[in-house]
């Protein structure tokens, strides 16, 4: 017997499948096009072929299998969601659509903002009412319930979300309606109390109604997956990956889907954390980049940093509170459009952007010859020669070449000058570089973190492709391209521990008195874990606890997070707490009040149990000289030739290889793309790690260039002076 298991990654264009036999760290993998209309298609399609490949059935799969999608995400950027209702307190129905009164841009005249989740129409008062001080002052009354459950059925509505005024004081009103409208109406029904008990009523309705439109979409996607499954003969449940890095069991899921909303990128996250353990690097920073999005996350001392709220559906991609804002535990990562699916265009000014919008599974880049008309990065990455269009998914997708280099050539007209296909793609190859490292260093700036000489690890369908040119913006002197890169998200499902982050607003000054009220909270939120954890196939004697609040200076109005430790029970002094505080406040803000008391808004708990673990093998050693399979001609910057660069597949590099750029470096999958000025080395465990020697070469003059070609040159500089949001 083998312990084989299996885990799922639905993207926006792909569907990764990996399977791992934990006896021998034997790898299996499959990358198939996700299916939009019926993402259970693609999941069928790359399950099937890859226990194919493997050679086993799927009765021997006995773990859970383990599954990140981006459903959600896509579900609500879309607006492609249930018909959900809300219910909240007698005059509050306008929340939604007053949201929390901040402008984003405060001199923007045409501001926009994304519609609520749930319209006005859909909205639904009830008259009850309980205090800030957790006091019911005013019950629902069954009629009430009878005439709204009425109401709710001839709106015919999929779903229901109840979010009542200072309900995470006091449920008791918000879990009377909820209960009572369950019982009434045969539709899956959420209450705020549930999905996130704490305080500042917009962000809790606003992730209430979220999680209320997405449950008509996981629940039948779940419903449906299960029933295959069994059919198929898996005797393994299912977990599904979390946005802070854990996994639960899919009934939790289906709750509370909200908690899925980065689920895909959370796993990524997760297994940087695994190689930065492998490789023995505190500080990794994580470059995901796939068919539709980009993400990119920070590893420090070992972990990602976890952010308490997340922003969904942003009308500017970099414009905070341009979205929902939902109070949900999520690992701290930003995500642009910028993917292999990212269309190319020059807009009103005569500059050539690139992304957000993609071009998705259907129809796909050009290239894909599904009925794309738009150039798209796969489009330019193909025409500068760093895709093989014989060898794309292992020659099983071929690409089409020719159109792909013909849908540039509006583009090139446009920019005028002389420049043709070449020139435009590699416009696009830059300028969607360049949009991902401004990104990265943005948010990076908004943490107050330098990015400068952090190695990078590069996975993702496309990330290989793109690392080194991002790493080189970024100014980071490694970058490692993982065994496997191309599904290394669906990998990291595989690593993530059983996990759920819970948080409840009590409103408590730190002092002598605040201890009695503390621990009775935190014992119900351990009990709640517990629940959860065990659902997920966790032992209650491997669950560990950490323990963290949100807290401020009384009289203010924002709170900062500070986790204290872990434990069994609250682990620090009440001195020990409010000293961690005013060091942490300084940290952040350049001084500390001493003479003004802390009060304590939200209360944490963090509660995992580690995942299973396993060795990988190690490849066997290289001996002599890597041979190039071939050559290949090959462009990797503006006004630089077509050069004839050695052509590596990945399967033949051992142990101890080294070779030197530019190269390309080929697996099923993906491209691993290596310009001139990078060394490379294969680790060990099969990774190969690039380390820049010199500086990136800056353009060539212009006045070097023959005339036409220095007069393309220029209007290609010109053209990508500009990324999405602000000068390259």
């Not at 959900?84 to 659509?97: I, K, P, Q, R, S």
């Not at 006091?135 to 001839?154: F, G, H, I, Y």
């Not at 003479?595 to 304590?600: A, N, S």
Request: charge should be negative; proline fraction near 6%.
């Amino acid at each position: 017997m083998t312990d084989w298991r299996l885990a799922v990654d639905i993207g926006g264009t792909f569907t990764d499948v990996v399977l791992l036999d934990a006896d021998t760290g034997r790898v299996v993998v499959e990358k198939t096009l996700t299916t939009p209309a019926a993402p259970l298609g693609g999941v069928r399609v790359g399950v099937t072929s890859a226990l194919a490949k493997a050679g086993i059935t799927p009765a021997d799969i006995t773990r859970p299998i383990v599954h990140a999608t981006t459903l959600i995400t896509n579900a609500l950027i879309e607006g492609k969601t249930g018909r959900a209702a809300l219910v909240t307190t007698l005059g509050f129905g306008d929340t939604l659509e007053i949201r929390n009164e901040h402008r984003y841009d405060m001199y923007d005249l045409q501001i926009e903002f994304p519609a609520p989740p749930i319209p006005r129409d859909l909205v639904f008062e009830i008259d009850e009412r309980t205090t800030a001080a957790g006091e019911v002052r005013t019950a629902p009354s069954e009629a009430e319930l009878d005439a709204l459950a009425a109401r709710l059925a001839a709106h015919e509505v999929e779903s229901v979300a109840v979010c009542l005024l200072n309900s995470y004081a006091d449920a008791a009103n918000e879990r009377a309606v909820a209960e009572g409208l369950a019982k009434r109406l045969s539709v899956p029904v959420c209450a705020s109390h549930e999905v996130t008990p704490q305080i500042r009523e917009y962000p809790r309705m606003v992730t209430t109604a979220c999680n209320a439109a997405t449950m008509p979409v996981i629940g039948p996607y779940l419903a449906e997956l299960q029933a295959w499954l069994t059919a198929e003969g898996f005797g393994a449940s299912v977990l599904m990956m979390l946005s802070n890095g854990g996994v639960v069991s899919a009934d939790d899921a289906r709750r509370v889907p909200i908690r899925l909303v980065e689920s895909g990128p959370a796993a990524g996250a997760l297994a940087g954390v695994w190689y930065a353990r492998r490789l023995g690097e505190e500080r990794l920073f994580c470059f995901d980049m796939g068919g539709t999005t980009a993400k990119s996350c920070l590893i420090e001392d070992y972990r990602p940093e976890l952010t308490n709220a997340f922003e969904v559906a942003r009308v500017y991609r970099f414009k905070k509170g341009s979205g929902y804002p939902c109070s949900i535990p999520s690992v701290d990562l930003v995500e642009i459009g910028a993917g292999g699916g990212s269309l190319a265009r020059v807009d009103e000014l005569g500059l050539l952007k690139v992304g957000p919008d993609s071009a998705g599974a259907d129809p796909g880049p050009v290239g894909y010859a599904r009925g794309g008309t738009v150039p798209a990065t796969t489009d330019a990455d193909l025409v500068l020669g760093l895709l093989d269009p014989q060898y794309f998914l292992g020659g099983e997708m071929p690409l089409d070449l020719p159109a792909a280099r013909a849908a540039f050539a509006p583009l090139a007209e446009r920019l005028g000058a002389g420049a043709d296909a070449d020139h435009v793609a590699v416009g696009v190859y830059e300028v969607i570089n360049q949009n991902m490292a401004a990104s990265a260093r943005m948010h990076a700036v908004e943490r107050g973190i330098d990015l400068r000489g952090v190695s990078l690890i590069a996975f993702g369908g496309a990330g290989p492709v793109h690392a080194c040119g991002v790493a080189t913006l970024l100014e980071a002197p490694r970058v490692i391209f993982p065994v496997n890169a191309s599904v290394l998200s669906a990998f990291g499902t595989l690593v993530s521990p059983v996990r759920i982050d819970l948080a409840r607003s009590m409103v408590r000054t730190l002092d002598e008195g605040v201890s009695a009220d503390r621990d009775t909270l935190l014992a119900d939120m351990r009990q709640e874990a517990r629940r959860v954890l065990a659902a997920a196939g966790a032992e209650a004697g491997d669950v560990r606890y950490r323990y963290g609040l949100d807290a401020r200076y009384e009289g203010q109005g924002n709170e900062i997070t500070l986790w204290v430790g872990e434990g069994d029970a609250w682990p620090t002094t009440l001195a020990d707490t409010v000293e961690q505080f005013h060091t942490e406040y300084q940290k952040i803000y350049g001084l500390r009040i001493p003479d003004v008391g802390v009060e304590v808004v939200t209360w944490r708990v963090a509660a995992w149990s580690d995942a299973p673990g396993f060795e990988v093998p190690t490849v066997p050693v290289g001996a002599g000289e890597p041979t190039p399979n071939r050559y290949r001609a090959a462009r990797f910057r503006l006004g630089a030739p077509a050069v004839d660069v050695p052509v590596y597949r990945r399967a033949e590099l051992g142990a101890g290889h080294r070779f030197v750029g530019p190269a390309l470096v080929e697996e099923r999958e993906t491209t691993s793309v290596i310009p001139d000025g990078w060394t490379c080395e294969v680790a060990p465990d099969g990774s190969i790690v690039a380390t820049a020697t010199v500086a990136a070469p800056a353009h060539p003059a212009v006045s070097a260039a023959p005339a036409a070609s220095a007069a393309a040159a220029g209007a290609a500089i010109a053209a990508i002076a500009a990324t999405e949001e602000g000068s390259a």
